[in-house]
Nanobody, 115 residues
Framework: QVQLVESGGGLVQAGGSLRLSCEASGRTFSSYTMGWFRQAPGKQRELVASVTSAGNTEYADSVKGRFTISRDGAKNTVYLQMNSLKPEDTAVYFC?????????WGQGTQVTVSS
């Protein structure tokens, strides 16, 4: 059983920064994709950024140049560095892992950006 545990959310003023962490436990995979999604009230969950075990990254257009996704294979952890935060970044951020044709989700962490 794989568990994803997120941390690092909180309240920040516009223009500020936060770093989210997502640690995977229970199994290790040689090939996987991990990513961050977010869901604002009344909106659909959307991809923010993803990274593969090979190091390939993908970003939503709305966060390019502001957010950086990275991974630490030794710690089974993926990070999302969020800079120049905007009020429209306010959402619950979820970590997702896809490995061996299975999908795993974390419980979510709230990010609130005040104007």
């Amino acid at each position: 059983q794989v568990q994803l545990v997120e941390s690092g959310g909180g309240l920040v003023q516009a223009g500020g920064s936060l770093r989210l962490s997502c640690e995977a436990s229970g199994r290790t995979f040689s090939s996987y994709t991990m990513g961050w999604f977010r869901q604002a009230p009344g909106k659909q969950r959307e991809l923010v950024a993803s990274v593969t075990s090979a190091g390939n990254t993908e970003y939503a257009d709305s966060v390019k140049g502001r957010f950086t996704i990275s991974r630490d294979g030794a710690k089974n952890t993926v990070y999302l560095q969020m800079n120049s935060l905007k009020p429209e970044d306010t959402a619950v951020y979820f970590c997702k892992m896809v490995a061996d044709f299975n999908i795993y989700w974390g419980q979510g962490t709230q990010v609130t950006v005040s104007s």
